[in-house]
C-alpha cells in the first residue's frame, strides 16, 4: 500500500532564510511523486512533480525538490523564503507501475508559516 | 484557459436533506477526480472518472454517495441523506489522463455544511 508523512505539522521560517519542508513516501513501485500548494480558501495548486530523471526537479514560483531514493524522501525546498511562501504543503505519491491509473495518495500537509 | 470550477462555493444545508455538488473538468481532460478535505486534515480521495466511466469508486464512504459524469465533461457528486459527519470541502480536480504520472489541476471546492 501507499503512504506518505508529512512530519512537521507546521514549519516557521524567517523572510529571506532557506526553507525545507519534509516528505517521505512508501510505496511498491517506482514512485511518482508531486507537491501541491493550498492557499486559504483555495483549491490546491500543483507545484513540481517527479517522475524520472534528475533527482533535482525545479517547480513554479522558484520551488525545487530533490527524489532520494535510498531515504524514500521527496522534500521541497526554496532557497529563500517569502512571506508569500506561506500556505498549506501537501506532498503526494502514487506507484509508477506501467499502464493503468494508480491513486494519488496524498500526506496530512505542513503549514509553512514565513515571518518578516 | 478557464480551471476547474466548482458550485455552489458553499453550501448549508440540514441533517437528512440530499445534496448535489456539480464540477466542471478543463476543457480537454478526460480524468476527472472527487476528494474530501477535513478541516485540519489532508486529502480523503473518494472517486475517479476516465471518460464517463468510474473505474475505482473504492474512496465513497458508504452507500449515501453517488457520482456521474456525462458527455466526458461535468460530474454530480451527489450525497443523501447528510450527515453532520459529511460536513467537509469536497475537492474536484481533473487531468489529461487517468495516469498516475500526469499532474491534477484542483478546483476551488465547496464547503459543505451539515446541521
Known amino acids: 500500500a501507499q503512504s506518505v508523512a508529512q512530519p512537521e505539522d507546521q514549519v516557521n521560517v524567517a523572510e529571506g532564510n532557506p526553507l525545507t519542508v519534509k516528505c517521505t513516501y512508501s510505496v511498491s513501485g517506482n514512485p511518482y511523486l508531486f507537491w501541491y500548494v493550498q492557499y486559504p480558501n483555495r483549491g490546491l495548486q500543483f507545484l513540481l512533480k517527479y517522475i524520472t530523471g534528475d533527482n533535482l526537479v525545479k517547480g513554479s514560483y522558484g520551488f525545487e525538490a530533490e527524489f532520494n531514493k535510498s531515504q524514500t524522501s521527496f522534500h521541497l525546498k526554496k532557497p529563500s523564503a517569502l512571506v508569500s511562501d506561506s500556505a498549506l504543503y501537501f506532498c503526494a505519491v502514487s506507484n509508477g507501475a506501467s499502464g493503468g491509473y494508480n491513486k494519488l495518495i496524498f500526506g496530512a500537509g505542513t503549514r509553512l508559516a514565513v515571518h518578516p | 484557459g478557464a480551471g476547474v470550477s466548482q458550485s455552489p462555493s458553499n453550501k448549508v444545508t440540514e441533517k437528512g436533506k440530499d445534496v448535489e455538488l456539480r464540477c466542471d473538468p478543463i476543457?480537454?481532460?478526460?480524468?476527472l477526480y472527487w476528494y474530501r478535505q477535513r478541516l485540519g486534515q489532508g486529502l480523503e480521495f473518494l472517486i475517479y472518472?476516465?471518460?464517463?466511466?468510474?473505474?475505482?469508486k473504492s474512496g465513497l464512504p458508504s452507500d449515501r454517495f453517488s457520482a456521474e459524469r456525462t458527455g466526458e465533461s461535468v460530474s454530480t457528486l451527489t450525497i443523501q441523506r447528510t450527515q453532520q459527519e459529511d460536513s467537509a470541502v469536497y475537492l474536484c480536480?481533473?487531468?489529461?489522463?487517468?495516469?498516475?504520472?500526469?499532474?491534477?489541476?484542483f478546483g476551488p471546492g465547496t464547503r459543505l455544511t451539515v446541521l
Open positions: 480536480a481533473s487531468s489529461l489522463q487517468a495516469s498516475g504520472y500526469n499532474e491534477q489541476f
Open positions: 472518472f476516465q471518460g464517463n466511466s468510474a473505474p475505482d
Open positions: 476543457s480537454g481532460h478526460t480524468a
